[in-house]
């Protein structure tokens, strides 16, 4: 028997028992979260089709044509469209920066995506939207001419992002605001070509910038990974090193290089029907006031996991220099429009109250860092949340399909089936089928490895897929 000083206890609230006290890392707490997790999973049938996992986790979008123009990590592939047979009009509520809205007009099919964050929706309209060869004609002719361009240009207006000075090298910071004046007198004058420019420039700030994505936020380059930590770098090497010893002709080429990608990639746009998608900017969660009154034979998405990632956090630079919010108060408006899959998501009062979820929830280490951080309402939120997302979707899709690509995750030792709850609130919501298809599994943190041993095979990503 574990000492109590070995063990962390855990109240556990059944509906049918009295309250009660388990080790959460005992072999009846084990036993007790495996029996709750296959009970919520038997209604489903759950089948395994690994080919789909590099196209639910696509790291092609970084080198395939067009896709590349904006990185996005959590994109997924419009092989998908092929893969699951999508038919028809499409609908994509979480389009992001518009995988399956190329891949549809690629393929000859039209449809609609939408999406919260204004920086993806432009670049999906960048990526859909045919230049004349006139028009290409006049972006060569800047990149060609950008060294002369920029350096006659006036520095526009720094941002009011707090970190604004800190994410940019004093003479790359230079370039991108220069580079961003002469680029808004363009967008001004022919809003086409300076659409085209402007993504080029926002895919290029990460590339030139003293930061970098990573998880949920940004990390700086002044600092280096070392067994798990940071350690600082020397100033003036790293420098010299990502950069070299002409910082403002590294930034220009930087942006130089992007456009000669992007207009090698218009090569594409000569087949397809380009013409035939709908971008529009919006929750998803109002989706019967976006398109009230169409229909759609298949839909497909990919929600933000209910992991806490904040997306707006990673993107915040692009954002901020990219003149999608000029304000906190503008990107927190975003961030309450958004699906609650993060803290900083707005509290709603939660209803329907999922019991299912609620069992989940009793099961979780109270003590955990997780908890304290206000996870058990996240997890309310969200999958609220998804079941309004399903409600629109079973009402936009009355005799087709709807395809959703979700993640499992774990908190305070305790597994969240995201797959199955989606799948068990999407019945609610008035689809008569769901299956489950499992198509790769997921790492857990390290936090969580050592807790949840035993239970690797509930962490994965599924297509749930509802008709």
Same mark, same amino acid.
């Given at each position: 028997?574990?000492?109590?000083?070995?063990?962390?206890?855990?109240?556990?609230?059944?509906?049918?028992?009295?309250?009660?006290?388990?080790?959460?890392?005992?072999?009846?707490?084990?036993?007790? @979260?495996?029996?709750?997790?296959?009970?919520?999973?038997?209604?489903?049938?759950?089948?395994?089709?690994?080919?789909?996992?590099?196209?639910?986790?696509?790291?092609?979008?970084?080198?395939?044509?067009?896709?590349?123009?904006?990185?996005?990590?959590?994109?997924?592939?419009?092989?998908?469209?092929?893969? @699951?047979? @999508?038919?028809?009009?499409?609908?994509?509520?979480?389009?992001?920066?518009?995988?399956?809205?190329?891949?549809?007009?690629?393929?000859?099919?039209?449809?609609?995506?939408?999406?919260?964050?204004?920086?993806?929706?432009?670049?999906?309209?960048?990526?859909?939207?045919?230049?004349? %060869?006139?028009?290409?004609?006049?972006?060569?002719?800047?990149?060609?001419?950008?060294?002369?361009?920029?350096?006659?240009?006036? $520095?526009?207006?720094?941002?009011?992002?707090?970190? %604004?000075?800190?994410?940019?090298?004093?003479?790359?910071?230079?370039?991108?605001?220069?580079?961003?004046?002469?680029?808004?007198?363009?967008?001004?004058?022919?809003?086409?070509?300076?659409?085209?420019?402007?993504?080029?420039?926002?895919?290029?700030?990460?590339?030139?910038?003293?930061?970098?994505?990573?998880?949920?936020?940004?990390?700086?380059?002044?600092?280096?990974? %070392?067994?798990?930590?940071?350690?600082?770098?020397?100033?003036?090497?790293?420098?010299?090193?990502?950069?070299?010893?002409?910082?403002? &002709?590294?930034?220009?080429?930087?942006?130089?290089?992007?456009?000669?990608?992007?207009?090698?990639?218009?090569?594409?746009?000569?087949?397809?029907?380009?013409?035939?998608?709908?971008?529009?900017?919006?929750?998803?969660?109002? @989706?019967?006031?976006?398109?009230?009154?169409?229909?759609?034979?298949?839909?497909?998405?990919?929600?933000?996991?209910?992991?806490?990632?904040?997306?707006?956090?990673?993107?915040?630079?692009?954002?901020?220099?990219?003149?999608?919010?000029?304000?906190?108060?503008?990107?927190?408006?975003?961030?309450?429009?958004?699906?609650?899959?993060?803290?900083?998501?707005?509290?709603?009062?939660?209803? $329907?109250?999922?019991?299912?979820?609620? &069992?989940?929830?009793?099961?979780?280490?109270?003590?955990?860092?997780?908890?304290?951080?206000?996870?058990?309402?996240?997890?309310?939120?969200?999958?609220?949340?998804?079941?309004?997302?399903?409600?629109?979707?079973?009402?936009?899709? $009355?005799?087709?399909?709807?395809?959703?690509?979700?993640?499992?995750?774990?908190?305070?030792?305790?597994?969240? $089936?995201?797959?199955?709850?989606?799948?068990?609130?999407?019945?609610?919501?008035?689809? %008569?089928?769901?299956?489950?298809?499992?198509?790769?599994?997921?790492?857990?943190?390290?936090?969580?490895?050592?807790?949840?041993?035993?239970?690797?095979?509930?962490?994965?990503?599924?297509?749930?897929?509802?008709?």
């Amino acid at each position: 028997m574990k000492s109590s000083s070995a063990c962390r206890k855990v109240i556990i609230s059944d509906q049918q028992e009295n309250l009660r006290i388990v080790s959460d890392n005992s072999l009846a707490g084990q036993n007790k @979260l495996k029996e709750l997790l296959e009970d919520l999973q038997s209604p489903f049938e759950i089948k395994q089709n690994y080919e789909l996992a590099p196209f639910v986790h696509w790291k092609g979008n970084s080198s395939s044509k067009i896709h590349r123009w904006l990185r996005y990590r959590e994109a997924y592939s419009p092989e998908l469209i092929d893969k @699951l047979n @999508l038919e028809g009009r499409i609908l994509d509520p979480f389009s992001g920066c518009g995988s399956i809205m190329v891949g549809a007009a690629q393929r000859g099919l039209s449809s609609t995506g939408v999406d919260i964050n204004p920086l993806s929706t432009f670049s999906t309209k960048v990526k859909l939207t045919k230049l004349k %060869s006139s028009e290409i004609d006049k972006i060569q002719s800047i990149q060609a001419n950008l060294k002369t361009i920029i350096g006659k240009s006036h $520095p526009a207006r720094l941002p009011a992002l707090s970190i %604004s000075q800190k994410v940019f090298e004093p003479e790359i910071l230079d370039v991108v605001l220069k580079s961003k004046t002469f680029i808004e007198t363009l967008r001004a004058d022919n809003p086409q070509v300076g659409d085209f420019l402007h993504l080029a420039w926002l895919e290029s700030l990460e590339k030139v910038g003293s930061y970098f994505k990573e998880g949920n936020g940004i990390k700086y380059r002044n600092k280096q990974r %070392s067994k798990g930590k940071y350690k600082d770098r020397k100033d003036g090497e790293w420098q010299l090193q990502r950069f070299g010893s002409d910082q403002t &002709s590294f930034a220009i080429e930087c942006i130089k290089s992007q456009l000669g990608i992007m207009i090698q990639d218009t090569s594409d746009w000569k087949y397809g029907a380009w013409s035939k998608q709908e971008v529009l900017s919006g929750s998803a969660l109002k @989706l019967d006031e976006l398109i009230p009154r169409k229909k759609y034979d298949s839909i497909i998405f990919s929600p933000p996991y209910a992991n806490r990632f904040d997306y707006f956090e990673a993107f915040k630079v692009e954002l901020w220099f990219g003149g999608f919010v000029d304000s906190y108060d503008d990107l927190n408006k975003l961030r309450k429009q958004s699906l609650r899959s993060h803290l900083a998501a707005e509290y709603r009062k939660n209803n $329907p109250v999922f019991e299912e979820l609620e &069992s989940l929830i009793n099961m979780m280490d109270q003590t955990a860092s997780s908890w304290r951080m206000g996870v058990p309402d996240l997890l309310r939120g969200y999958f609220q949340d998804m079941h309004t997302v399903l409600k629109h979707c079973r009402k936009l899709a $009355p005799n087709g399909r709807t395809h959703v690509v979700v993640g499992n995750s774990a908190f305070a030792g305790v597994i969240i $089936p995201t797959d199955v709850l989606t799948a068990m609130i999407g019945i609610r919501s008035g689809f %008569s089928k769901a299956k489950i298809v499992e198509s790769r599994h997921l790492t857990v943190s390290p936090q969580q490895r050592a807790l949840l041993t035993g239970f690797e095979s509930y962490m994965r990503e599924s297509v749930v897929i509802f008709e």
